[in-house]
C-alpha cells in the first residue's frame, strides 16, 4: 500500500531564511509525488510535481523539490520565505492510472514564520 | 472556470441528524475523494471513487456513505452514527494524479 510520512507536525522559521520541509514515501514502483499548500479554511493548491525525468522540480512561489529514490524522499525547499509562506503544507503520492487512480496524503506540516 | 465547488461551507447541524455535504466538478475527472481534516491529524480519507456508480472506503469511512450517480457529483452523507462529525471536510478530484480541491465544508453539530 502506497504511504506519505511527513516526520514534523510544526516547523518555525525567520522570514529570510532557507526552509526544508521533509517527505518520504513507500510506493511499489516510481510514485508521482505531489506537494500541496493549504491556506487556513481554505483547499489545497498545487505546489508542484515530479512525474519522471529531472528530479529536481520547479514549482510556484520560488518552492522546489528533489526526487531522491534511494532515499524514497521528495523534500520541498524555498532558499528564502516570507511571511506569506506561513501555511499547512501536504506532500502526497499517487498511482496516476486512469480508473484506477488513488491519491495518499501526509499528515501535513505546519510553516509558522517569525519576523 | 473549470474547478470544484463544495457547498455549503459553513454547516451547523443538531447532534442525531444526517447531513449530505455537496461536491461537484466540472473538470471531467474520473477520480473524486472526500477528506476529513481535523487539526493536528492532516488529511484522512473517508471515500474515494475512481469511476461512475463505484465508491471504495478509506481510512476512516465508519458513520458516512457516499454515491456516485454521476461523473460531476459525488455528495457525503455524514449519519448519526458518526460518533465526532465535528470537523473540516475537503473534496477534491483528480486526473493523470493531479488533485484539484474545494474550499471545503466546516461542519458544527451541536
Known amino acids: 500500500a502506497q504511504s506519505v510520512t511527513q516526520p514534523d507536525i510544526h516547523i518555525t522559521v525567520s522570514e529570510g531564511a532557507s526552509l526544508e520541509l521533509r517527505c518520504n514515501y513507500s510506493y511499489g514502483a516510481t510514485p508521482y509525488l505531489f506537494w500541496y499548500v493549504q491556506s487556513p479554511g481554505q483547499g489545497l493548491q498545487l505546489l508542484l510535481k515530479y512525474f519522471s525525468g529531472d528530479t529536481l522540480v520547479q514549482g510556484i512561489k520560488g518552492f522546489e523539490a528533489e526526487f531522491k529514490r534511494s532515499q524514497s524522499s521528495f523534500n520541498l525547499r524555498k532558499p528564502s520565505v516570507h511571511w506569506s509562506d506561513a501555511a499547512e503544507y501536504f506532500c502526497a503520492v499517487g498511482a496516476p492510472n486512469f480508473g484506477n487512480e488513488k491519491l495518499t496524503f501526509g499528515t501535513g506540516t505546519r510553516l509558522t514564520i517569525i519576523p | 472556470d473549470g474547478g470544484i465547488t463544495q457547498s455549503p461551507k459553513y454547516l451547523f447541524r443538531k447532534e442525531g441528524q444526517n447531513v449530505t455535504l455537496s461536491c461537484e466538478q466540472n473538470?471531467?475527472?474520473?477520480?473524486m475523494y472526500w477528506y476529513r481534516q481535523d487539526p493536528g491529524q492532516g488529511l484522512r480519507l473517508i471515500y474515494y471513487s475512481q469511476i461512475v456508480n463505484d465508491f471504495q472506503k478509506g481510512d476512516i469511512a465508519e458513520g458516512y456513505s457516499v454515491s456516485r450517480e454521476k461523473k460531476e457529483s459525488f455528495p457525503l452523507t455524514v449519519t448519526s452514527a458518526q460518533k465526532n462529525p465535528t470537523a473540516f471536510y475537503l473534496c477534491?478530484?483528480?486526473?493523470?494524479?493531479?488533485?484539484?480541491f474545494g474550499q471545503g465544508t466546516r461542519l458544527t453539530v451541536v
Open positions: 477534491a478530484s483528480s486526473r493523470g494524479g493531479k488533485a484539484f
Open positions: 473538470l471531467n475527472h474520473d477520480a
